[in-house]
Structures are given as C-alpha cells and as structure tokens.
C-alpha cells in the first residue's frame, strides 16, 4: 500500500522514464495552478497530489498489457486518469472525453504543453464520439457502473479491459449488475486507499 507522497512517487518513478516523470511533476504543477482558477480537484488532496491523483491513475496499468494501442477514458475531468496515462505511455492513442468547455480548454493546453503527439481531447458528450473500438476504457467518478456499461459498450470488444476506479462503492456497485454481466468483473484493491477498489473486467463480444 502506498502511504506517502515519496512512496508515491517512487511507485510512478518505477513505472515510466525521467521524461515522462519530467512532465507528470510539470502536470502536478500546472494541476495546482489551474485549480485557483476552477475546481479541477478538492483543494486538500494536492496536499497529496502523487498519492491521490498521479499513483492512483498510474496504478491502473499494472493491470493492462505493454502492447495495449489505444486507451478511451471517460470524463476525464482535471485528466485523472487519462491524461496521466497519456504522459506515461505517449506511444498509445488516448482519448479525453470531456464535454465542459473550462476543462477541455485545460486539457487541450496541457497535451499542447506537453507535447503529447498521440492523444486527443473529444471535446463533447459521449454520445456524440464516434463510435472506435478501443483496447482500454476507464472512467474515475464519471457516472453509476450500469450507465458507464450502457453508454460506452459501442466502444468495446470482447478484448477490451475495462479499468473503474470507484473508491468505497465498488463492490456494491458490482453487486447491483445483473448476475450475467456482474460474472465478468471483478474488484481489485486500490494500492493508494485502503478502502477504495477498482472494477476490472471484459465485457463479452455481443
């Protein structure tokens, strides 16, 4: 378990190379700035901004393969976790869905700032993004799990892992799916909280 922003930060540093560990401390701190202007994240928790945010997007790709391609996150919000994921593995294409016009703008500067050459803010509701299958979809505080389900299965295959951070509700979330559907899932312990899960799992090809 991850108990402190060092131990944060190691756990990150162990995962990607010095430039994008370079550009996560540059994102930390634009993060802060940007959030006197708009609440991007709850201003305590930039206090503990590599355990609650960086460690804890980043922690998903130990659930996913070295040659996942494409990363569809939803809600993206502040870029948690997808704007992270972009700058730890800048070789996928990751797609921003955001549809509030501040935290597009935001997120359009960082990837501008950042350089990041192969992900793309989809600056809109979900249900306007054209339809792509994806090798990864997650979604951090972005809706109910049946509404995330239902509104991003076009997205999926029956090889698409779907990764949901959802802190203290995830096992009862889980347990209010249909039995068929609930089967394919599974939580996993958050390394950054004690009492938060992740929802991991593939849908079956329809």
Known sequence: MIRSESEARNYVAGLCDGRALARLEHFAAALAEENTQQNLVAKPTLEVVWQRHIADSAQLLAHVPRETQSWLDLG???????????IMRPEWDVMLVESRARRIAWLSRMVGDLALNRCEVMGRRLE???????????????????????????????????????????????????????????????????DAGIIVGKLTKR
């Open 76 to 86: 993206t919000g502040a870029g948690l976790p997808g704007l992270v994921i972009a």
């Open 128 to 194: 306007l993004v054209e339809t792509v299958p994806v090798s990864v979809i997650s979604a951090r505080a972005f809706a109910s799990l049946p509404r995330i389900l239902n509104l991003s299965a076009r997205f999926s295959t029956s090889d698409t892992l779907w990764l949901l951070p959802k802190g203290r509700s995830a096992a009862q979330e889980l347990s209010e799916l249909p039995q068929g559907t609930r089967k394919l899932f599974h939580v996993e312990q958050s390394l950054t909280d004690d």
